[in-house]
Structures are given as structure tokens and as C-alpha cells.
């Protein structure tokens, strides 16, 4: 059974940082899309950082030079670390797993595994 735990979320001020966490147990799908997403209250989930089968890494541009999406394989664990936060960057964030595709991360639909989600609200 897939099980992804995020954790690291909390409240800040504008301009400050958290790093988020998503330990992944159960997932076999070595080089598959793996990413964090977030949603806001009335609004779509979005995609924030992803990482491809090669390693190449994707970000919204909303995040492009402040988060940073990384994995540590050893320790089975996805990071996501937010600077410079704004209080736009308040959502819910999710990380998630696909089995279905190696390149194409961008797309919600494509994603199978998710964890229960780490609230971020960044004051101003």
C-alpha cells in the first residue's frame, strides 16, 4: 500500500521560510512524477514543483526562484523548500506520486497517490 505523509507546514510572515516534508512508503515506481501541489480555499488545485524522470525539476511561476523541490531516495522523502513566502502562498499543500508518467508532471489527472495535505498560511 502507497502512503504519502507530508508535514512541515505552519504559519509565518511574509518574506519567511518553512520546508515541507513527505515521507512516500510503498511506492515502487522508480522514475515516475513526483511533485507538490497546493489548493486555496475556492480555488483548483495547482501544481507548484515537480520532478521528472530525469531529475529535471518544474516550477509554477508563481514559485520559480524561491521554493525548491528535491528528494532524498534514501530516505524515501520528497522536500519542498518555500523562501521569500507571500501570502499568496497560502494553501493547503499536497504532495503526490504517479505510476502513469515518467514526463508529463504537469497534469493533475496524472498523479495516483497523494498524501492528506500540510496547511501553509503566510501573513502579511
Not at 42 to 64: F, M, N, P, Q
Amino acid at each position: 500500500q502507497v502512503q504519502l505523509v507530508e508535514s512541515g507546514g505552519g504559519s509565518v510572515q511574509a518574506g519567511g521560510s518553512l520546508r515541507l516534508s513527505c515521507v512516500v512508503s510503498g511506492y515502487t515506481y522508480a522514475g515516475f512524477c513526483m511533485g507538490w501541489f497546493r489548493q486555496a480555499p475556492g480555488k483548483e488545485r495547482e501544481g507548484v514543483a515537480h520532478i521528472i524522470t530525469d531529475g529535471t525539476t518544474l516550477y509554477a511561476d508563481s514559485v520559480k526562484g524561491r521554493f525548491t523541490i528535491s528528494k532524498d531516495n534514501a530516505k524515501n522523502t520528497l522536500y519542498l523548500q518555500m523562501n521569500s513566502l507571500k501570502p499568496e502562498d497560502t494553501a493547503l499543500y499536497y504532495c503526490a506520486a504517479s505510476r502513469r508518467s515518467r514526463w508529463n508532471c504537469l497534469d493533475v489527472r496524472l498523479y495516483d497517490y497523494w498524501g492528506q495535505g500540510t496547511q501553509v498560511t503566510v501573513s502579511s
